[in-house]
C-alpha cells in the first residue's frame, strides 16, 4: 500500500511495487530539493551574471529567465529528470490499483451505506466535462480526472489518491489533508465569531482538503464539487470511512444548481490554476452568487507572479511548460485582488494570507501566525527553501 493511503480504500501494493514507490518519492525528493537548489547556483553564478553582462540590466521577470535557462545543460537534465519522475510516480501505483479494482468497487458500495457517516454522492451521467480536463492528462496523470474505464468506475480517484501519497513526499501529511488543515485552523482562530454553517469545496477531486473542515466547524454541512465522477465516487466512499458526512455532487464549478446566498463559506485548493482564465473569472462570479452576505470565499493557491521575484516566478512556472499545466502561467499572471472586485467583491473586503503549514510547524506557528499578517505575499510559498507555507486569497461578501 502507498504510505499515506490508510482508509478503507487502500489497495495492496507488493514489496516489489513498495520499494518502486519508495524510490520514486526519494526521487521526487532528490528533484525538487537538492537539483532545484543545484540550479538556483547555476543561475546566481552563471545564468544571471551573462545575462546582465549582455543586457546590463538583470531579468525583469520569470519569462526572460526562462528563456535564457533553457538552454542551460542542467536546466535540461533537471527538467527531463523532473518530467520522468512525475511520469513514474504514476506508473509506481497503477499495478496495485488495477489488480484492486473490483475489490475497491464493492468497497466503496458498502462504505456509501454505512452507518458511520450520512454523506450523499450524485453523479450527473449528462454533464459535459470541461474540455481543460477531458482534452489532456493534466499534470501529467494518465487518464486525468474524469476518465471512466467501466461502470462505476473510481480508478482515477485511486490513482489521484496513492500518486499524491508519493508524489508530496510526506509534505501533505498523513491524511493529505495539510492544506485544508491548516487553512482551517487558521481561519477559527483568526475569525473566532464566523461560525460557518454550510461550506463548499469547488474542484474537490478525491476531498482530501474538503474534510478537514469537519475538524473545525463539525456541525457544518459539507458540499464539495468536481466534474469528474470517478474522483468523486472515490471522495465519497473515503469520506464515509474516515466517518466523515460530505455531499459530493458531480458539478462544473463554473455554473452549479445550488441557490443564491446559500454557503457561508466557498473554498478551494490547488483548484483555480488548473482552470482557463474565462473559467476562473466564472467561477469567482458564481462563488459571490453562491455566498450569503458576510459569508467568505478563500482559495488556497500558487502565490501570483506579480507579488514573487523574477527567479521565483520562474521556478514556479516550470509546470505550465512542462508538467501539461497549460493555465498555470495565467492563472499566476493575474492579479487575485482584481479578479475578485471585477466579479463584484468590494474591494476592501479583500484577504489573503499565507499559512505554515501545520505538519511541518504545528498548531503554535497557525496561531502566531493570525497576527503577524501583512498582506503581502513573499518567497517562503512557492520553493520549498524556507519550509512550507499556503498562500490562500478571497473575499468577504
Ligand atoms: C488539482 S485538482 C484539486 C485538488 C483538490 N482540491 C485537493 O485539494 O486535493 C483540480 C480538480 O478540479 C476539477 N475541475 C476542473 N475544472 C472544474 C470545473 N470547471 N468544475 C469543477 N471541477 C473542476 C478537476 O476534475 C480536479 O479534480
Redo the contacts with the bound molecule.
Sequence with gaps: MTRYVQHGLKVKSKPDEIARQNFMLNMRSYVMLDMAMGMKKIYDNNIEPNFKKLNKRKPKNGDEIHKTIKKDTYFKFYSSIRCNAQEMVFRSVIPPIERSMIDLKKKAKKLSTSKKANGSLKIDKKLT??K??SALD??LMPG???SEHSENDLTQGAL?DNG?SVFSMGFFGEK??D??SSISLFIKKKYPKFKPVRIL??????????LPWNKVYPKAEIHA????AP?LRYGHARAQSEGISVHFHQ????KTNFENNSFDLVF????L???PKK?IKQ?IREAKRLLKPGGLMLH?ELPPNKMLDAYNSFYLDWDSYYNKEPYYKTFRDMIPEKVCSEAGFSKNKFVQFIIPSIGQFGEEEIIKSVNSQNGNVDDRTGRFTKGIHWYCFGSWK
Design positions: 466535462i470541461p481543460s480536463v493534466v499534470h486525468c480526472y474524469h489521484y499524491v493529505l489533508d492544506i485544508g469545496d469547488l474542484g474537490c477531486t478525491v476531498g482530501h482538503n474538503t464539487v468536481d466534474v469528474g474522483v458539478q462544473n464549478a463554473e478551494s485548493s490547488m483548484f490554476h488548473e482552470v473559467g467561477i488556497m
